[in-house]
């Protein structure tokens, strides 16, 4: 298992170096999610990177990944991007997205991008459909009766690296791209007791 950790730790560094690389010449935006677009898997932001490494089918896939074949050929990752800087309304660098939250688009415009996460490892069960390629970050910690624990596993694997699986998915951990390209390894253990105290770690600080 360290193995595969450490190959997709790999595959995280260069997905990060690309999404740098293409926000320096996208105006500093970060590549956009199939979130509202009806193109199919072309629109997904993993494609969008192409140009910037050898061959996106060797980086989009995590070695770990149990669905790994299924959306390999499917022609869908293993990594989604945090939504909180893959959607927004036509693009805009500041303001709102359509939900009414602040929109953090611009890789330039981020406050501290070594405490940011860009990119997460996706939940096994998202096999189905293109728009699964970024998180729903910006409804994980909404009022009450939403649990947050559950609504990150909804769309994250935090045990993605683990001996032995628990239920509630506390034993192991996951690994997480951050817009400064660090990549870090936290237990999952660690990612539940801060959904658990509400702090929203998908979001960028202020």
Same mark, same amino acid.
């Given at each position: ?11 995280? /560094?260069? *997905? ?5 690389? &293409?926000?320096?010449?996208? =105006? ?18 993993? &494609? !969008?990177? =192409?140009? &910037?490494?050898? %061959? *996106? ?18 022609? #869908? @990752?293993?990594?989604? #991007?945090?939504?909180? *800087?893959?959607? %927004?309304?036509?693009? /805009?660098?500041?303001?709102?997205? !359509? ?11 981020? =406050? ?5 996460? !860009?990119?997460? *490892?996706?939940? %096994? ?9 970024? @998180? ?15 609504? $990150? /596993?909804?769309? $994250? ?7 032995? +699986?628990?239920?509630?998915? @506390? ?10 390209? +660090?990549?870090?390894?936290? =237990? ?9 105290? &509400? ?6 600080? %202020?």
């Amino acid at each position: 298992m360290q193995g595969k950790r450490i190959a997709s730790a790999g595959n995280l /560094r260069q *997905i990060g170096l690309a999404i740098e690389m &293409y926000a320096q010449d996208n =105006r500093g935006l970060f590549p956009a999610c199939s979130h509202d677009s009806a193109i199919g898997v072309a629109a997904s932001w993993v &494609y !969008t990177l =192409r140009p &910037y490494v050898g %061959d *996106i089918n060797e980086i989009r896939i995590c070695p770990a990944d149990p669905s790994g074949r299924e959306r390999l050929a499917r022609g #869908l @990752t293993s990594y989604v #991007l945090n939504g909180y *800087i893959a959607i %927004d309304d036509h693009h /805009r660098h500041e303001g709102e997205d !359509t939900h009414g939250h602040k929109c953090y688009r611009s890789l330039h415009g981020l =406050r501290r991008p070594g405490l940011t996460i !860009t990119t997460f *490892i996706c939940c %096994d069960r998202l096999v189905e459909g293109v728009k699964f390629d970024h @998180t729903h970050s910006q409804e994980w910690f909404e009022p009450s009766p939403n649990i947050p624990w559950d609504a $990150i /596993r909804e769309d $994250i694997q935090p045990d993605r690296f683990h001996t032995r +699986r628990a239920q509630d998915n @506390t034993n192991g951990s996951s690994l997480y791209l951050y817009a400064d390209g +660090r990549v870090e390894n936290l =237990r999952a253990e660690h990612i539940k007791e801060m959904a658990d105290a &509400y702090q929203n770690f998908a979001k960028p600080p %202020d």
